[in-house]
């Protein structure tokens, strides 16, 4: 993990996450825009209470968009995606599912009723897997037996180490999902991710999303890009972006890794796919630095 993280307290990015999901199950409140009526119980209490008032949605909703245009949508596509590899592989019964920097990820308690049998691995910092832990309690939300809370220390302990301890078997089919997780990490740090999954079996499925390169010379190409990046430097600076890839080359980058990829989806596809309502209309733009890819082991 990116090494200039605080590993001391709550992840601050994971908890705005959990805000826009919360805001769009309010506002939509269906599977295909805002299926996440449990990333509410990860906010503060005062954020619950005051997102009770609609003036209150209203400003929240418009200061988020102005802040980073296109991400609330991008949340609500990326949802969609992950819920269904989560789905699919439980109704495939994949013996394995990790999480990879889980936050407030919620699928193993969403969609504990179509879980036959699968382990799921959450993997994260201490500090925020000790809060999301408290938070599910306070709620009295079940943790299902299947789940296996791994704390890790990003900087001195290796994803193979922790896993293993924790009765994960490599030799075992296994989606792994590492979701709003790349970007933050130095370029070792994601490597040996990607390596580590590289030696998992051989119809294993890493699923995760990146942010293409950043420059002064193509930041105003792609929606909303611009203001993210401001925004990351403001309020976020302790987890700034730091992993990406030039547009087009995330075939050969994944080849380079011993990976070879599955799918791929930019953002005019991620918008056409899942940002479309029932009329055909466009619900809104998504931040579009943004990509989404599947890869497995080449063997």
């Keep these: 993990m990116n090494k200039k993280i605080v590993e001391n307290k709550p992840s601050e990015t994971a908890l705005f996450v959990a805000l826009r999901r919360t805001m769009v199950?309010?506002?939509?409140n269906n599977q295909k825009f805002g299926p996440d009526y449990l990333a509410e119980i990860f906010?503060?209490?005062?954020?619950?209470?005051?997102?009770?008032f609609k003036k209150v949605k209203e400003n929240t909703k418009n200061k988020l968009a102005a802040a980073m245009p296109g991400m609330t949508e991008y949340i609500i596509a990326r949802t969609a995606i992950f819920d269904g590899l989560f789905l699919d592989?439980?109704?495939?019964?994949?013996?394995q599912i990790v999480l990879l920097g889980?936050?407030?990820?919620?699928?193993a308690y969403r969609f504990a009723k179509s879980n036959r049998g699968t382990k799921i691995y959450e993997l994260d910092a201490p500090p925020t897997q000790d809060r999301k832990i408290k938070c599910l309690k306070a709620t009295h939300i079940s943790i299902p037996k299947e789940v296996q809370y791994v704390p890790i220390n990003f900087i001195h302990e290796s994803i193979s180490?922790?896993?293993?301890?924790?009765?994960y078997k490599n030799q075992e089919r296994t989606l792994f999902i590492w979701e709003g997780v790349s970007m933050y990490l130095d370029w070792d740090a994601a490597k040996q991710t990607l390596d580590?999954?590289?030696?998992?079996?051989?119809?294993?499925?890493?699923a995760f999303d990146y942010t293409v390169t950043i420059t002064e010379e193509n930041i105003n190409e792609y929606y909303g890009a611009n203001e993210l990046m401001k925004s990351m430097q403001e309020h976020h600076a302790n987890e700034g972006l730091m992993f990406s890839i030039k547009d087009g080359e995330i075939e050969p980058f994944l080849a380079g890794m011993n990976l070879r990829m599955v799918e791929h989806l930019d953002s005019e596809a991620i918008e056409q796919k899942y940002l479309v309502d029932d009329n055909g209309t466009l619900i809104g733009r998504m931040t579009g630095n943004f990509r989404i890819v599947c890869a497995s082991p080449v063997k």
Excluded at 43 to 52: C, G, N, S, V
Excluded at 89 to 95: C, H, S
Excluded at 102 to 107: K, L
Aim: charged share 25%; aromatic share 16%; net charge positive.
């Design 89 to 95: 592989a439980l109704k495939d019964r994949i013996p």
């Design 43 to 52: 906010l503060p209490a005062y954020y619950r209470f005051f997102l009770k």
């Design 161 to 167: 180490d922790v896993l293993g301890k924790a009765g």
């Design 25 to 28: 199950h309010k506002e939509y």
């Design 102 to 107: 889980a936050g407030y990820d919620s699928r």
């Design 196 to 206: 580590f999954i590289s030696h998992s079996h051989a119809d294993s499925i890493i």
